[in-house]
Structure formats: C-alpha cells, structure tokens
T-cell receptor, first 112, second 110 residues
Framework: GAGVSQSPSNKVTEKGKDVELRCDPI?????LYWYRQSLGQGLEFLIY????????KSGLPSDRFSAERTGGSVSTLTIQRTQQEDSAVYLC??????????FGPGTRLTVL | GESVGLHLPTLSVQEGDNSIINCAYS??????FIWYKQESGKGPQFIID?????DKRQGQRVTVLLNKTVKHLSLQIAATQPGDSAVYFC?????????FGTGTSLTVIP
C-alpha cells in the first residue's frame, strides 16, 4: 500500500475484554514501532521490531500487552483484560531503516 | 527516560507570517531529529529531519535548525497557511528509540 494502515480505526470495548489492534506497514519496511498516545501526552514507546531480530519490548507497560509481527510484515498488538487506563490512541510506524518513521492513522481505543 | 520538551504549548500566527516552533532535548548523544505534524484525528506526518552533524536543513517552506550547544531544535514555517494549523512534535533518536515531545498547537488566523 501507499502508507501504513491500521485497523480498526476505532474500538470500544468493556473493561476486562481482550482487544487486538492491527498494523500493516509500508511494503519493504523492516522496522515497525508501536506507540501509545494519551490525550495531551507525547507518544509513549511500546515495542519495536527490526527484521528477524528479537523485538525490543522495553516499553510495554504490563504483561497484559503483547505484540507479534508475522512474516516480517503485519503486526498485531494485543491487550488482555483491558483497563480504563488503556484508553488511548495506538499508533504504528514503519521505517526502511532506523531513521524516518512513517505513521499510520492510529486506532482509538476506548475502554468502558 | 529522555525528555523532549517544547517551550510553548500553543502558538497563534497570522496567515502569511512566519512561524517558529521550538524544542529542547536532553541528551547530547541523540544523533537524529524529526519534526512531525499531527492534524486532529490523524497520525503524525513527517515534515523534515536533521542529523546531528548538521546545523540547518531546508525543505519546502520549512527549515529546521539544530543548536547542539544548547540542545535546541526549531522548526520554521514560512508564509504560514491555514492548512498548517496542527500540533507539531519534535522527536530525538537515541540508539534504536525515539523520544517525542508533547507538541505545540499551531493555529493560523486567516
């Protein structure tokens, strides 16, 4: 595709439910990042994938958060047993190298 | 963690004037910097970048200045247009990670 795509664009869920957020990076981009953006806050790093290397998970806030990247392309961020404080916009970015990142439109998650 | 801050949270300018958005970063080892524009309901959009071995870089209507002595980054937008109204973030790269500021909201007054 022409850019990074994310789905769904909006997700409303009940507290305690699991959610899966999807990111389709730009074709050929080897690096993929997940960030969380809360209202009035800067982007919070969550996880980073680079090629076939082990992901950098140092930003994941708890063990309820996990992410996979299958075949070096599509990535899924999973949040288990969602809490209200998980409500935020989740942004995915990809890059050809560890430089310029191109962001998707984000998924707005609302936990009721 | 790293902190990337912006001097002003909001900025209003008249259409046609030049805009300057400032950013301070904290780590002198950061080697790459990016400015992003984020419109309401959209993801951040790359505007311009600069590496630490440069002081200035120009794009179309935008210029980024890097002052490593005081760890300061600025974005200059020439002839600001209503379509420039958005939140602008700076980001610094340290190692494999990027650190983002909270952003400056730019409003262009027609």
């Amino acid at each position: 595709g022409a850019g990074v795509s994310q789905s769904p664009s909006n997700k409303v869920t009940e507290k305690g439910k699991d959610v899966e957020l999807r990111c389709d990076p730009i074709s050929g981009h080897t690096a993929l990042y997940w960030y969380r953006q809360s209202l009035g806050q800067g982007l919070e790093f969550l996880i980073y994938f680079q090629g076939n290397s082990a992901p950098d998970k140092s930003g994941l806030p708890s063990d309820r958060f996990s992410a996979e990247r299958t075949g070096g392309s599509v990535s899924t961020l999973t949040i288990q047993r969602t809490q209200q404080e998980d409500s935020a916009v989740y942004l995915c970015a990809s890059s050809l190298s560890i430089d310029t990142q191109y962001f998707g439109p984000g998924t707005r998650l609302t936990v009721l | 963690g790293e902190s990337v801050g912006l001097h002003l949270p909001t900025l209003s300018v008249q259409e046609g004037d030049n805009s300057i958005i400032n950013c301070a970063y904290s780590n002198s080892a950061s080697d790459y910097f990016i400015w992003y524009k984020q419109e309401s309901g959209k993801g951040p959009q790359f505007i311009i970048d600069i590496r630490s071995n440069m002081d200035k870089r120009q794009g179309q209507r935008v210029t980024v200045l890097l002052n490593k002595t005081v760890k300061h980054l600025s974005l200059q937008i020439a002839a600001t247009q209503p379509g420039d109204s958005a939140v602008y973030f700076c980001a610094e790269k340290l190692g494999n990670q990027f650190y983002f500021g909270t952003g400056t909201s730019l409003t262009v007054i027609p």
